[in-house]
């Protein structure tokens, strides 16, 4: 009967949390998806624009910290379905609205709202799945993003052929706030909600050491917390530049097409999709072998695995791909001739999309991995809070992608910021290597171990 309960909740929850964060990141998008339509009934230039976004980024920023650390304090029920109505009524409202003041107060709080939707998730996977099947879960879900990132757009421009902008954000905010409602009923914070035995507690008595709850001064003195904060900006760093630069990287400096350009970055997702899955499915399976121990982790290694795997896609990108193709053939033209006959594109086209899928999937892995390391090695009562800490050095990591990442371009070259990128990801790869074996329990430990 257990087994019974365990597996429908378990199903009911996930699935109210996989649709209910799909709709998060949809209700996120929606004034990208609609922006072409809006600047054709209302006068917006770049600079409105980019206002409304931004003060939805800031304040996504500041909410998701928040969110982490109130959903260590209150019902991650509650937290999720209130934001989740938030971001809904938002979106009807915006719907009405029509100036840029307006837009901008009203996308800010949409972003507030957003920073409810992930912390929660995180809280609640924890609470009902066991250590060895935490990592596959967290990645399912977060492939909600890729759902809602790739059909939102499709799916909006088919009704706007039949409704205009503000009907479609009316209809999305209501639909949004109504599953709400349903997520208040079915999400459950834990198995003891419903009178299921705690999946912590049994975890626990198999765990070599494992950490029960601790005070906020022994959590933040955990070195780990810290060595995986600065992990965690750097690889987001890297990978925020990479997305958000690599394109105009190949199209200023190595004489690419526009459309190689989205190409590569449509390749880039793509790997970043199989690679986030590949991460929690490979790194469950090390854990079921070896267990969670005082003392390193066993999805290091694969985290290591991807690190590197980062810097050398970087690599390759930087000094193979030029613009004009050596006399002598290199190698990877020579073992891509053959591809290259077969499907009528050109070896180095093919070369751009392997290098944007191996960085992708090299880099949306431990960008999955650290959000689980960050939740499974915290003391029981800051779950949340660990991944808001890590969370928020990975927001600082994205601002250095921006106008820092773009000033040294500016100065120098595309090469040049792009050498530097590669640079931090070794050390911080070497760096990571080398604390590979230091103490992974944040907080106060059991008395008794080894």
């Not at 199903?11 to 799909?22: E, H, K, P, Q, V």
């Not at 624009?49 to 109130?70: D, E, P």
């Not at 917390?225 to 990479?242: D, E, I, P, R």
Request: overall charge neutral; hydrophobic content about 50%; proline content about 4%.
């Amino acid at each position: 009967m257990g087994a019974t309960g365990y597996g429908y909740y378990r199903t009911a929850i996930f699935s109210c949390m996989f649709i209910g964060y799909s709709l998060y990141f949809f209700n996120r998008k929606t004034f990208s998806f609609v922006m072409p339509s809006v600047m054709e009934e209302i006068e917006l230039d770049k600079d409105d624009l980019g206002l409304i976004t931004s003060s939805q980024t800031m304040a996504y920023a500041i909410s998701k910290f928040i969110s982490g650390v109130l959903s260590d304090q209150i019902s991650a029920r509650w937290l999720f379905s209130i934001g989740l109505f938030l971001v809904g009524g938002i979106n009807v409202v915006f719907s009405w609205s029509s100036t840029v003041p307006v837009f901008s107060l009203l996308w800010f709080i949409n972003g507030l709202g957003q920073g409810c939707g992930w912390p929660p998730c995180g809280k609640v996977l924890r609470k009902w799945f066991e250590p060895s099947q935490f990592g596959t879960w967290w990645s399912v879900l977060s492939c909600s993003m890729n759902l809602a990132g790739s059909l939102g757009p499709i799916l909006v421009t088919i009704l706007l052929q039949y409704y205009n902008w503000r009907t479609i954000l009316t209809a999305s905010g209501i639909f949004c706030a109504s599953f709400s409602l349903v997520c208040v009923v079915f999400i459950k914070n834990e198995p003891k909600d419903v009178g299921l035995p705690s999946i912590e507690g049994a975890a626990k008595k198999g765990a070599k050491g494992g950490n029960g709850e601790s005070t906020l001064r022994e959590f933040l003195l955990s070195p780990f917390l810290w060595v995986l904060s600065l992990g965690y900006l750097v690889v987001f760093g890297v990978k925020t530049a990479a997305t958000d630069w690599g394109q105009l990287f190949l199209m200023q400096e190595k004489g690419q097409t526009v459309l190689m350009g989205s190409t590569y970055m449509s390749a880039l997702e793509v790997g970043g999709f199989v690679g986030s899955l590949a991460a929690g499915f490979l790194s469950d399976r090390a854990v079921a072998r070896q267990g969670l121990g005082t003392h390193g982790n066993p999805r290091h290694r694969l985290l290591l695995f991807m690190m590197a795997g980062m810097c050398v896609s970087m690599y390759l990108f930087r000094v193979t791909i030029t613009l004009e193709m050596p006399q002598e053939a290199p190698l990877w033209v020579q073992v891509l001739h053959p591809v290259s006959v077969l499907v009528g594109v050109s070896e180095k086209e093919i070369w751009i999309l392997f290098l944007g899928a191996m960085f992708g999937f090299s880099s949306y892995g431990p960008i999955s991995l650290f959000g689980v390391i960050a939740s499974e090695s915290a003391p029981s009562n800051f779950c949340g809070t660990s991944h808001a800490v890590v969370a928020l050095m990975a927001n600082v990591g994205a601002f250095m992608a921006g106008l820092p990442f773009s000033t040294i371009a500016k100065q120098h070259s595309w090469d040049t910021a792009f050498w530097v990128a590669e640079v931090i990801m070794a050390v911080a790869t070497v760096g990571f290597f080398l604390l590979r074996n230091m103490r992974t329990k944040m907080g106060r430990l059991a008395e008794k171990t080894d």
